[in-house]
């Protein structure tokens, strides 16, 4: 066994494991946050997608004692006070899921594509960079949708910070 140390979804928590654990093995089945799906345990599907330390990172492929002192959120932690995230409530305000199963991958892939390339993004953009996402219902062409407006929310809802800081 081996000791952890990690934060997740801003606290910190400490486990022995099995040096083999996976990380969506932890998150599930350790701290009960069984948003982060199994999909298809190869890193193909996306559904397991979380965030180590800012990044989008596929936690069925991840061991969770190599991320020791790392910083991990899932899409419990997106929403904050009982207020959903802007991405969230854009894929609820745009149908961008129908039976769920893929959705918080998604969402958590799509809160990193913004961190990443900002808030304006076209389709073939946003189409590209869910690449690694498979949805087996919708097509896409709602998650798109709901990605391109989560993507404005997020621009809109931190620009009086970034006005407040310069």
Sequence with gaps: MTTVSLTVNGKAVSANLDPRTLLVQFLRENLRLTGTHVGCDTSQCGACIV??????????????????GA????????????????????????HGLQCGFCTPG???????IVNRRGSVLDE????????????????????VKAVAAGAQAMGASSAPARQAAE
């Design 71 to 94: 910083s991990v959120t899932t899409i419990e932690g997106l929403a904050a006070n009982g207020t959903l995230h802007p991405m969230q409530e854009a894929f609820r305000e745009h």
């Design 124 to 143: 073939k953009t946003i189409r590209e960079d869910l690449d690694g996402n498979i949805c087996r219902c919708t097509g896409y062409h709602n998650i």
């Design 51 to 68: 965030h180590i330390d800012g990044k989008a990172v596929k936690a069925c492929t991840t061991l969770a004692v190599s991320l020791d």
């Design 106 to 112: 998604m969402i958590m892939s799509a809160v990193d």
